[in-house]
């Protein structure tokens, strides 16, 4: 790391140290170097190969669910075999640490609540479980619903015969109304905002780090690329999050 950086890092450790309520707000970019693919990314970006709306919307998965889910199978494999790396690891170790309070994810591939972080807010929900849009009932067997996807399968409920749909927040969709609300709850007591692998384009769940800003909250953004709210961050540092939020924690817990 080059001197600067680490400047920028000692600078985000002594705001976290001074914080009562950090909240951490993740995107895809935190979940790369799982070997996840991003959305954005010039030429590896999932949007780069396919129309979202052709097949992540509403509107797809009710006329082609057929195109969905050839969409979603090799996302959902990658998501099953990958593990968390030193990213997700570091913030579930602020979080055990009484540093981190939550944290507000974009993602679906459920790493963070396997590197151990316990308040995870799932902005766009998760792949882990299924239900139907017809009656409305969960999956029974979520486990064995994925193994028919990743088999090339599409999955039919086993109460009224309709195709189940994956418990994630498609385009043409609404957030989810409480995992929304939770994590607004969140912002309104955050002191400190640690964004980390986001290039807050998505809305609405980009708004929710302005919002903490409106309220007083200092921000610290960890991305590549550059956010709308880099103006207004307090510290901003362009490396890779599992490099940088790692060494945060190194710093963080030998200062204490």
Request: with cysteine.
């Amino acid at each position: 790391m080059t001197e600067t950086v680490l400047e920028k890092i000692h600078t985000a450790v002594e705001i976290l140290k001074e914080s009562k309520h950090a909240v951490v707000f993740t995107g895809a970019g935190i979940s790369t170097p799982s070997g996840i693919p991003d959305f954005r990314s010039t030429n590896t970006g999932l949007w780069q190969k396919n129309d979202p709306m052709l097949v992540a919307s509403a509107t797809a998965f009710k006329h082609h669910p057929d195109r969905f889910y050839r969409w979603l199978q090799p996302l959902l494999l990658a998501s099953s075999q990958a593990q968390p790396n030193p990213a997700h690891q570091a913030i579930a170790a602020l979080e055990i640490n009484g540093v981190v309070k939550a944290v507000i994810t974009q993602n679906i591939d459920n790493l963070h609540q396997k590197a151990g972080s316990t308040n995870v807010i799932e902005l766009h929900g998760t792949m882990e479980s299924f239900h139907c849009p017809a009656c409305q009932q969960p999956a029974k067997d979520s486990r064995a619903i994925m193994e028919e996807v990743l088999e090339g399968l599409i999955p039919y409920c086993t109460h009224c015969g309709a195709i189940m749909k994956p418990d994630i927040t498609l385009y043409e969709e609404p957030l989810p109304v409480q995992a929304w609300q939770i994590a607004n709850q969140e912002i309104t007591h955050a002191d400190v905002m640690l964004i980390a692998g986001s290039s807050l384009e998505v809305i609405p769940a980009s708004s929710l780090p302005y919002d903490a800003y409106r309220r007083g909250s200092r921000i610290i953004i960890v991305n590549y690329s550059p956010t709308y709210l880099d103006p207004l961050a307090d510290v901003i540092i362009n490396g890779d999050v599992a490099e940088v939020l790692p060494t945060i924690l190194q710093y963080l817990i030998s200062s204490n």
